[in-house]
């Protein structure tokens, strides 16, 4: 949620190396916790949704009267921006005293920082709520096919899916072959957001892995000797469908959000989303009708996890911590949850907590507007972060004027 990044950004290589880095050292979690007193976490994360800015907020509230942690949240549009930062801090030898503590982050992001060593860790064991984790579920392991190995900690569960108006739409497109017919019946109703964000490219990778014929090459580095054969059913796609976009695909929201008004406002029926409770907690916060239901194509969509990492040079890494064991907790994991929060599956193994914490999600599937759960069992991985670049890049050269 889901992925908020420009992923054309960066220039990724295919390299699977990582660059050597310091481990963390193991300390008890009380010496953590009395090193993080009085420090402030400088948090770079995505802005674009008042929602999320709230919940960044009420948990700043919580760490500052539980552990006397400041948490301020710098607000990105663009993910790859603390990236670069990173980078740039790296390259002028800024090694111990960095401006960025933690950054939500996952896929080419993540990448772009790990291979080149410059992420703190591996921390993610010592936080005490890591036990309650999924780790059934590979999304929580595995970052766009790269192995967390400990340097990133997950908060949050995104999946594609698609919110349409029931009140104009009977039958909403099932799958990515049926879109162009649906949008062809259906002209100027549907859109997607610029491909340089981050649900932009989401939705061309998932056209993709449902019209390649092999999409186990997703799940490897792109390779320029195929990339024109692997993707050309999607040129022709696409082209079958552009005519009939919202303004004839000529204009794209900016983000989410954005999207999200042009339904409200009744100018398109139907938008894909990274969050299978959005449309609950829109309809719960007011923004879209009661009509409004949420549908997963068949054959399953892409599914991750958003994490938040700690870069190198960080000077604040307990207080770091401290907020990463936060965003763990049952009572942070609930209030996400909650449609009065941002909505959305935990990243938690139900199971692991008390019945009393367990009373406490309550899924959004409960209320007509949610994706059912058992649509969700249905994802399919993230493609290599390599491919989100690459696409970008020949969607650009393709259709920008």
């Known amino acids: 949620m889901m992925r908020r990044h420009r992923l ?61 942690v400041t948490l301020r949240q710098v607000p990105l549009a663009d993910t790859a921006t603390a990236v670069t930062q990173v980078i740039a ?53 595995i970052d766009f096919t790269v192995p967390v190995e400990g340097y990133e900690s997950p908060w949050r569960k995104a999946q594609l899916v698609f919110i349409y108006d029931s009140a104009y739409v009977r039958h909403p497109p099932r799958s990515i072959q049926a879109f ?15 491909v340089q964000n981050f649900l932009g490219v989401a939705f061309l990778e998932q056209a993709l892995y449902a019209l390649t014929p092999d999409p186990s090459v997703l799940q490897r580095p792109v390779s320029e000797a195929n990339f024109a054969r692997v993707t050309a059913p999607l040129w022709a796609w696409y082209d079958r469908l552009r005519p009939y976009l919202w303004r004839h695909g000529r204009e794209f929201p900016a983000s989410g959000p954005a999207e999200r008004q042009l339904l409200e406002d009744g100018e398109i029926d139907l938008m894909p989303s990274f969050n299978p409770a959005e449309a609950a907690a829109d309809v719960a916060a007011g923004l879209l009708p009661k009509t409004v239901r949420t549908v997963v194509l068949e054959g399953g969509t892409l599914g991750n996890t958003s994490f938040v990492a700690i870069p190198y040079n960080s000077p604040h890494k307990a207080g770091a911590m401290v907020v990463a064991n936060f965003l763990l907790s049952p009572q942070a994991q609930a209030r996400a949850g909650s449609l009065h929060g941002l909505g959305g599956p935990t990243v938690l193994d139900l199971n692991r907590l008390t019945p009393a914490q367990r009373a406490q999600f309550a899924p959004a599937a409960a209320t007509p507007w949610g994706a059912a759960p058992d649509a969700l069992q249905r994802s399919v991985p993230e493609p290599h972060p390599s491919w989100a670049a690459r696409l970008v890049q020949a969607w650009e050269r393709r259709y920008t004027p």
């Open 8 to 68: 054309a950004a960066l220039a990724l290589t295919g390299a699977w190396a990582f660059a050597a880095a310091a481990p963390a050292a193991v300390r008890p979690w009380q010496a953590v916790l009395n090193a993080a007193r009085g420090q402030t976490v400088y948090f770079d994360a995505w802005a674009g949704d008042p929602r999320v800015n709230a919940y960044i907020a009420w948990v700043g509230g919580e760490l500052a009267a539980c552990c006397a």
């Open 180 to 194: 162009p017919a649906w949008a062809k019946a259906h002209p100027g109703r549907f859109t997607f957001p610029q």
């Open 89 to 141: 801090e790296k390259a002028a030898g800024e090694n111990t005293d960095g401006t960025v503590d933690l950054i939500w982050i996952n896929g080419p992001n993540f990448y772009a920082l790990r291979h080149r060593g410059l992420l703190y860790g591996p921390f993610a064991a010592e936080l005490p709520n890591a036990v309650l984790v999924n780790r059934h579920d590979p999304a929580n392991r």
